[in-house]
Each structure stands twice: as C-alpha cells, then as structure tokens.
C-alpha cells in the first residue's frame, strides 16, 4: 500500500491594508483660520496619529492621497501669493505628506488654482510619485505626472512568508478642470473621459505585470451610466475590468454612509461599489479611508478573494495632532494668522450668509458691487464702456455638505483680510461677460434650480435641492425680479416652458430681451463653471487679473465703510397660506430672523431648520 500523500499547502493569503486621504485642502493644524479658532477633528495633523497606527497594526499596508492638497484655506492663498515653495522651504503640505510616506497620490482640480508654476514648484519637494491619467499635455508641455506607476513590493503572508506584488496605480481628476482653470490651462493641457482612460490605463498596468490595480478617483459617487465627460463616475469606474480598490472624493463626503443607501450597486454595509472595495474619505483630514484586501494567489496569480472599506474619524477615535506634522506647518501658519488680521475697510451691517439662499444677503451684495466697480472702471472708454454693467454674486458658504458650520460669519465693525477670506474663501479673479436680456433671464433661471418646485398651499414643504451647491445661486446687482416656485424650473433646453423669472427689471424697466448688457462675475463662473448660459471659451472680456478678494478690498478703500442697499434685488412670489422648510447654521440663532421666517428646532445633523412663508 502506498503511503499517502502529504496534505497540499494551503494557498498563501495576503491581507493587505490600503489607508487613503482626499481633499485635504492645506488643512494640517486642527485650526479654523476663518474665526481664528481651534477647529477640532479636521487636519492632516490630527489624522496623522490614527495612520500611524493603522498603518502599525497592519503586516502590508500602502498610503494614498487623492487629490486637492494644495488650496482650500487661507493657509494655501498666504503661499501661493507671498511664501512660493523652494527646494529649502518646501510647501507645508508636501513636507507634512512626507513625514507620513505616503506611498503616490493623485492631483485634483484644485491642485491648478494658483497656476502651473507654483503647481509645479510644490510637486518637486514630494518624496512620493504622482499620477494623472486623464491630464495630457499639449506640444512640448512637459508633462505634470505619468498616468500610472507600478508599486514593487515585499509583503508578508499569513504564514509569515514574504512575496513580491506589484501594484498598479492610476488616478483621474474631473476633465472640466480645463474649463474651470481655463486661465492657466488653455493651450498648455487637455483632459479626456475618466472611464475611457481608465480602461487604457489597467489593461497598460495589467499587461505590465500589475498583482493589483488601485484607481485614485477624484471624483464624486454620482449617478451610474452617466456620459462621456461626466464630473462624477466613481460608481461607474468601480466596475472597471481590472480594478481591484477604488478611492474616491472631490464631492467632500463620506462613503460607507448611510446617505449612499438604496443606490443601485452602491454596498454601503460592505463598503463596496458594484462589488469593488471602496471608501471616500470626506475632507480637510476628517476621515481616513481603510479598505481592507484578502489576496490569494492561485493558477492566475493573486486574486482579490475579498475586502471592504470604511471611513474612520480621528476626533471619534480621540486621536491627538502629530507634533512633527505640526511642526511642519508652525511658521507659516503663524504668518498666516498674523496677515489675516490686517484691516482692510469697514461695514456697517454684518457680513452673513445665514439667510442668503432665501433673502438678500449683504455680503453677496458687497461682492457684487465691488465686482460691478472694478469692471465699470476697467471697460470705460473702450468698446463697452457705454454698456450697463451687472454684476452676477452668489454665497460661497451656505451649508449643504459643507457642514453647518460652513456659513460666512461676519459682524458689523472692521473687516480684516480673514473677513474677505471668510466672505470669497476661493482664488478666483475677476471676471466679464457680455450678454443680452434674455440671456440674463436664462442667468437667473439657471440659478433659481436650487429650489424645488412648490405646490401652493401646502405646509412645510422642502424648499432647496440638497444636490445643487448654494454657489450656483446667483443674484445679479443692478436687476430687480421675482422667482414663483409654482413653476417648474426650467431648463435651458426647454425654451417653450414659462420660466421662475418674473418681473425683471432695469432701472424701473422691462429688460429688453435683445438688449445688450456688461455682467461682471468671477473667473471660475466665466470660464463656465455652473453651466451658465454665455460663459466658456472666448467669452470673457478684458478686466484685469485681480483676484476677488483684492477687488473687495479695493473697493472698500474707494468707497469707505459698507452700507447694505434697502432695497432688496429679489424676491420671493406670495403664497398665501403655504411655507417650506430650510436648514440654516445653528449660529444663526443670535441674529434677526427676516420676515416671514421662524424658527423650528435644530436636526440632528446640527443645522437649525426654519420655516419659511410666502
């Protein structure tokens, strides 16, 4: 009889632990340099202790960034503009980054706000690689990162013995980019579909021997079977052939969540998108995103046999700021501190945006005048001059995902360069388009889509669409007009529709439909970010390259301290005997609710929820 044979070795399993941040926005200490206070739970300082000790509890573990590192807080602005980053005085951001060891990143839409000099500047301090494969540079562009890489390295299994894996890396940001930062890209880089360059890029890193694909996505969860171009196709780039770990972000949210529920292919409980591991770490270090990885290898190669992500809030897990990380930052963040206190002009109303998605709010009014200022001067004499100047503003800060404390805050008094971060918190520049009337009227129209439609005399109906950002609701200066939300809104593509907008006037007039009018906005909505009708390529007209935030100052400077008009630019249609609902930030307690608004009890997401008459 034979002996038997010896048992096969169990196949060898490999756990492998991949931690992810995203939209880190130059927020390292836990500080809000908008109030000038401790800002408790956010930072990359205050996450790096909990990826420390992920990171050491795990036998296999890679460290990812997905993008938007580089602006997001005054901190970011003070260096772009007054401290560029050298090869002996890195920018804080990389050099925190560094002391972490992140394994690669990805760049984000925001990484290009203060211009490819400065972009490329701040890239050459990271000790870790970069990737973007939907970035091309156009002519002899050099280019900013490869579309993907391959990580060799030795991880150790189950049993304790070692392996060689190499893993394929690929990342994507929102090709609107180009559209959005036109200024500094236009001729220099282009952008393709993310789902087209994902599916060249895993079959390159597949066919180049990659064990394992990992898909940095800076880009929201949105809607699966979206088209070509899409901003938001995470879901759609999990189903990827190939792709094994997805991280994504851009949106600021966080998945596993509940809000994700009851989405098609969306496993909140599994923390899986059409069957892929994933996670969205939030934003501003609020969350470090874990997807855990079982590997086993077979006849094929490795195998992911199973995995799943989840998102960890250093505050929840008391988790204190790293020292070394803060130490990173410590001088520059003292010098920021110090130049947002400078006093810059006077207001004799507080600057708020509690109440700006529902009444007149004087700081988007003192946006727009300013705005409305600066491109009257600029244009007099020349080909426009002789045409009326608008100006198109809308609330940077009004809530929504951001958080209820995500509101402009300003009291009446002396306003400092920290105020006019807190009131225009992005680098945008000023701007001008020429439009006639009735391109104004579709202006509006697009604007008014943050609310929903409203059935009159029905109670407490939800008065704003949670998925439109409060910044694409612009009023425009120099217009007077009403918005009836019985109407539906109406789209640019359904002409034949009778619209929200009713009553525009100019100077006491109808607006003439044909007529031809100078609208100053800023860089970012010129350049068609919103979608608004009569901006993009070749629109924009010549009005100088300052940003907002000089053009407020500037005009303050000119005009001394800042009285809110009284009469108000827009208005609500009446609706007897009906009222909606809307949240608002719980510090807009203490101020003076308008007319037709009381209050009705905080939610359990921390805002206050008000009620609102017509």
Not at 334 to 351: D, E, I, M
Request: net charge neutral; proline share 10%.
């Amino acid at each position: 009889m034979p002996p038997p044979r010896p048992p096969r070795p169990a196949a060898p399993v490999i756990r492998l632990r991949i931690l992810a941040t995203s939209d880190l926005h130059v927020q390292i200490p836990p500080h809000d340099y908008y109030r000038d206070r401790p800002l408790p739970g956010m930072g990359l300082a205050q996450a790096a202790h909990l990826i420390r000790a992920l990171r050491a509890e795990a036998a296999n573990c890679l460290l990812f960034d997905n993008g938007d590192f580089l602006q997001g807080t005054p901190l970011g602005d003070y260096l772009a503009e007054l401290r560029p980053p050298t090869p002996a005085a890195p920018h804080p951001m990389v050099a925190a980054m560094n002391l972490l060891g992140y394994d690669a990143g990805t760049l984000g839409n925001h990484e290009f706000n203060y211009g490819l000099p400065f972009l490329r500047a701040a890239l050459a301090g990271a000790a870790f690689p970069l990737v973007s494969a939907n970035l091309h540079p156009i002519g002899d562009e050099p280019p900013l990162a490869p579309p993907h890489l391959l990580l060799d390295r030795q991880m150790r299994d189950a049993a304790g013995a070692v392996h060689r894996l190499r893993i394929g890396v690929t990342g994507f940001l929102p090709p609107q980019v180009t559209m959005w930062d036109r200024t500094h890209l236009a001729g220099r880089f282009a952008t393709s579909d993310i789902l087209t360059a994902a599916r060249r890029q895993v079959a390159a890193l597949r066919a180049a021997g990659a064990d394992l694909v990992v898909a940095l996505s800076h880009s929201g969860i949105g809607a699966a079977g979206a088209g070509a171009g899409t901003e938001n196709v995470t879901l759609d780039l999990a189903g990827v052939a190939g792709i094994d770990a997805v991280i994504a972000g851009h949106s600021h949210l966080v998945f596993p969540d509940p809000a994700f529920a009851g989405i098609p292919g969306v496993d909140v409980a599994g923390g899986r998108l059409r069957g892929t591991p994933a996670v969205m770490p939030g934003h501003s270090g609020s969350h470090v995103g874990v997807i855990e990885l079982e590997l086993r290898r077979g006849a094929g190669g490795w195998q992911v046999a199973a995995g799943h992500g989840r998102a960890l809030s250093p505050a929840a897990l008391g988790a204190e700021p790293a020292e070394d990380v803060l130490a990173a930052a410590a001088a520059d963040h003292a010098a920021t501190r110090a130049r947002l206190s400078q006093v810059v002009g006077h207001s004799r109303a507080a600057l708020h945006s509690h109440f700006a998605l529902t009444h007149d709010s004087a700081a988007v009014r003192l946006i727009a005048q300013a705005q409305a200022a600066h491109v009257a001067r600029a244009l007099a004499g020349g080909p426009f001059g002789g045409l009326p100047v608008l100006a198109a503003a809308a609330p940077f800060k009004s809530g929504g995902h951001g958080g209820q404390d995500h509101y402009t805050d300003v009291p009446a008094g002396a306003i400092t360069l920290r105020d006019l971060a807190d009131i225009s918190p992005y680098p945008n520049r000023i701007a001008a388009v020429v439009l006639t009337g009735a391109q104004l009227r579709a202006w509006l129209e697009h604007a008014s889509g943050i609310f929903r439609r409203l059935v009159p005399g029905r109670q407490d109906q939800p008065l704003i669409d949670p998925d439109t950002p409060g910044y694409h609701f612009d009023l425009i200066e120099g217009l007077r007009y009403t918005i009836d939300l019985t109407r539906p809104f109406r789209r640019a593509s359904d002409p034949g529709e009778p619209g929200r907008i009713r009553d525009l006037h100019h100077r006491g007039r109808p607006v003439d439909p044909a007529a031809r009018f100078v609208l100053a906005t800023n860089s970012y909505r010129a350049a068609g970010g919103g979608g608004f009708p009569g901006t993009g390529a070749g629109t924009g007209l010549d009005v100088g390259q300052a940003t907002i935030r000089e053009v407020i100052a500037a005009h303050l400077a000119a005009t001394g301290p800042f009285a809110p008009p009284a009469a108000p630019v827009w208005r609500f249609a009446p609706l007897p005997g009906t009222s909606a609902l809307f949240d608002t930030g719980p510090a807009a307690a203490r101020l003076p609710t308008p007319a037709g608004v009381t209050p009705v009890g905080p939610t359990a997401q921390g805002f206050l929820r008000l009620r609102l008459r017509f």
